[in-house]
């Protein structure tokens, strides 16, 4: 296999990389770069765990070759808190107990952020619609829809 050199930008930070032509940009985050975050779930684009935001649009990172994002600008679970201090959707999960077993929830928080970014007051329809890619096996989705919820009034009142 051909090993490429990559230049992105990640959460913000100009990176720089090479990569396999096989290899996926979710292998790249975590294997390469060090970014646990976003996770295989499923390897196939079908459950949302390794969501991150590429160009601004969400994208499963499984489903993207690393060489594909040369000059991208991608976000991560990683990119959200700003230091010690978490995103309020991070924070809300928690005091929300949205989250069991944790696999699913950095692809949703992602999701999620994506949403609030481009419409800060969603509707309970428009917060499952765009959550649909994601799958989480441990909760139900309610205490997921409430956070988010929650998180975006607290957004709006900032």
């Not at 720089?16 to 985050?29: A, K």
């Not at 765990?49 to 976000?75: H, M, Y």
């Not at 107990?97 to 509707?123: F, H, Y």
Request: charged letters at 25%; one cysteine or more; a negative charge.
């Amino acid at each position: 296999m051909k090993t490429i050199p990559v230049e992105t930008t990640i959460n913000g930070d100009r990176t720089e990389f090479l990569c396999q032509t096989d290899e996926t940009l979710l292998d790249v985050l975590r294997d390469r770069l060090g970014l646990t975050g976003a996770k295989e779930g499923c390897g196939t684009g079908d459950c949302g765990a390794c969501s991150v935001t590429l160009n601004g649009r969400v994208v499963c990172a499984c489903l993207v070759l690393g060489v594909e994002v040369q000059d991208a600008e991608i976000e991560t679970i990683e990119g959200m808190a700003t230091g010690e201090d978490l995103h309020p959707l991070q924070r809300v999960f928690l005091e929300e107990a949205a989250l069991q077993c944790g696999i699913c929830t950095p692809g949703i928080l992602v999701a999620a952020k994506s949403l609030l970014e481009q419409n800060p007051d969603p509707t309970d329809t428009e917060v499952r619609y765009w959550l649909a890619g994601n799958l989480c096996r441990c909760t139900g989705y309610d205490k997921i829809i409430k956070a988010v919820q929650k998180a975006a009034a607290e957004m709006r009142a900032a």
